[in-house]
């Protein structure tokens, strides 16, 4: 089963049966209850969590892949979509996907990486990228452009549903002699890439890794306080993350 965004009408049902029950005691029912049910209903749906949402009588439902959805204690009734919070018109569910994504920038195996240091290195930016995405470029052209004290880990991510090309023009990268000067080479300057000898590129291991991290897209930046970020973000954004703590 998909789980598609779900119309406001289905989300303001689902929000009237739960204030129809506002005055009375909610259903207690254990997350471990709700995950039984919810699997049964959609076995189909890896769930990673559930634990209560904010609002009495609703549960959050992490699936894989990172999505969040929400439930009734019965899961008689579901809806995707952002839970806010209007006195701080924050969107809880924004803050938690944030928290989901974070990643723990010690188990990241830097090794799979080629890296880029740039005055003293001391910030780290990880980046998951393919050699044939639009957006890559930008990020390399116009964003990290004039981006110092920094060191890039760039992992190789082909995506090859999208770009069928992209798998190889990775390996030649990887099996270059001085991969971080090819890479900046081809993706910042437009200078083709040099015909190398292949090598044992670790392609399929970035490719494992990207998917246990939830990176569906590139590119797709982590940064040294753990957020994982997507896109070609603007540089001033990037900067601020870079000196996050």
């Known amino acids: 089963m998909k789980f598609p965004l779900k119309s406001i009408l289905l989300a303001l049902t689902l929000f009237g049966t739960v204030a129809c029950t506002a005055n009375a005691t909610p259903e207690t029912v254990s997350p471990a209850a709700v995950k039984k049910t919810f699997e049964a209903k959609f076995p189909n749906r890896a769930v990673v969590s559930v634990r209560p949402a904010p609002v009495g009588g609703l549960y959050e439902v992490v699936v894989k892949g990172r999505q969040i959805v929400y439930v009734d204690a019965k899961v008689n009734y579901l809806f995707v979509g952002d839970l806010i919070d209007t006195a701080k018109r924050e969107s809880l569910t924004e803050q938690r996907m944030v928290e989901l994504s974070r990643v723990d920038w010690k188990t990241l195996p830097l090794e799979l990486a080629f890296k880029e240091v740039r005055g003293n290195g001391e910030r780290k930016l990880a980046v998951f990228t393919d050699p044939d995405c639009p957006f890559c470029k930008k990020l390399e052209q116009e ?35 001085d991969r971080a000067a090819t890479w900046a080479g081809f993706m910042r300057d437009g200078k083709p890439l040099p015909e190398v000898a292949d090598c044992d590129a670790p392609i399929e291991k970035i490719r494992q890794l990207g998917e246990k991290l939830g990176i569906t897209g590139t590119p797709a930046l982590i940064f040294a306080n753990g957020e994982l970020v997507p896109g070609a973000i603007p540089r001033d954004r990037l900067e601020s993350l870079l000196n996050a703590r």
């Open 143 to 177: 964003s990290l452009t004039g981006v110092t004290n920094v060191t890039i880990y760039t992992f190789l991510y082909p995506i090859a549903e999208l770009h069928p090309d992209a798998t190889r023009k990775s390996r030649q990268v990887w099996c270059a002699s």
